[in-house]
Structure formats: structure tokens, C-alpha cells
């Protein structure tokens, strides 16, 4: 497809549509078996509390920079054919989408673990801030242990 690279990286407001976006992996190539993608959600609750809304910050070109050294790794380690990253940020209310991490590989298992490693990296590496408002409140959040655990696994299997 026209204007269409191999790994697409964007940092918008807008909303992203996921039949679009597996298209465009479906017709980089005639080798494609298997597009694996994950979409992440807004979710309405957080440590027991309802969430009004999400805000998302980041620092521009360098949030594009470190998710751009994320896939290049994954290309490294897994034979890939095409790789989409959008991360949403501005103002979100819970149940809108606010990632899409879709690949294209000859195989499932590429496209599995690459997905993975991609979304684990990018909740611990990527320059984005989270601010969730619950009712007049709002905090800051940090990155889970469950993601730095995440992260470290994928550390290990590298070496």
C-alpha cells in the first residue's frame, strides 16, 4: 500500500480503526499468515475506584523514538513482515480504545511473542504519563510490578 511502511508508528488524538489497520498488514505482502494484534482499552476502574476519564502525555518525538527502537528489536528477534504502533493521547473516557499493537509474520508464533514483547516493552519504556481522574480526584500511575516483571523476562531471554 502507498505510504504504508513496513513498521508504522503513530502518536495521535483520534481514534484508530482496527479492520483499517490489519488491511494495510494484510497487503504488505503476499507472505502474510497471520496478523496477531492487541487493543488496549480505557478501562472504567482502577485499584477499586471508578475512573471519570484518562489523560495521556508524552514527549513528542522522543515517545516516536523509543517505540521505533521497540520494533526494530522485535524485528530483530522475530521474523516480521509488517508492524503497526498507535498509542492515543489527550483526553480519554473509559471504553476508548488507547493502543493498537498489530503484527504481520508467516507465523502465528512470531506474531504471538512479538505482540507481546512490543506491549511489555512499551508500558515500561515509553515515554507516556498517565493521569486517571476519579471523580475530583486525580493521580498520577506508575508502571505495575506485573509490567517490570514482564519486562525483565523478556531481559532474561535475550541473553
Known amino acids: 500500500m ?4 513496513l513498521n508504522n508508528i503513530r502518536i495521535q488524538t483520534e481514534d484508530f480503526d ?30 477499586r475506584r471508578n475512573i471519570d476519564g ?3 502525555q ?11 527502537k521497540i520494533v526494530n528489536e ?12 498507535i498509542h492515543r493521547v489527550g483526553s480519554l473516557q473509559p471504553n476508548q480504545q488507547i493502543v493498537l499493537v498489530a503484527v504481520a509474520s508467516q507465523h502465528r508464533l512470531d506474531g504471538f511473542q512479538s ?3 512490543i506491549m511489555d516493552y512499551l508500558k515500561t519504556k515509553a515515554t507516556l504519563w498517565k493521569k ?9 500511575i506508575d508502571p ?14 535475550r541473553d
Not at 482496527?18 to 494484534?37: D, H, M, T, W, Y
Not at 505495575?144 to 532474561?156: I, L, P, Q, Y
Request: with cysteine; glycine share 6%.
Open 2 to 5: 502507498i505510504g504504508y511502511s
Open 115 to 117: 505482540a507481546q514483547f
Open 132 to 140: 486517571v481522574t476519579c471523580g475530583e480526584t486525580s493521580m498520577w
Open 18 to 47: 482496527l479492520a483499517l489497520e490489519q488491511k494495510r498488514l494484510r497487503e504488505l505482502s503476499p507472505n502474510v499468515g497471520a496478523i496477531v494484534s492487541f487493543t488496549g482499552l480505557v478501562r472504567d476502574f482502577e485499584e
Open 54 to 56: 484518562l489523560s495521556i
Open 74 to 85: 522485535a524485528n530483530l528477534r522475530w521474523d516480521l513482515l509488517g508492524t503497526t504502533v
Open 144 to 157: 505495575k510490578e506485573s509490567d517490570m516483571e514482564a519486562e525483565e523476562k523478556w531481559e532474561r531471554l
Open 58 to 68: 508524552h514527549y513528542p518525538q522522543m515517545t516516536e523514538n523509543l517505540l521505533e
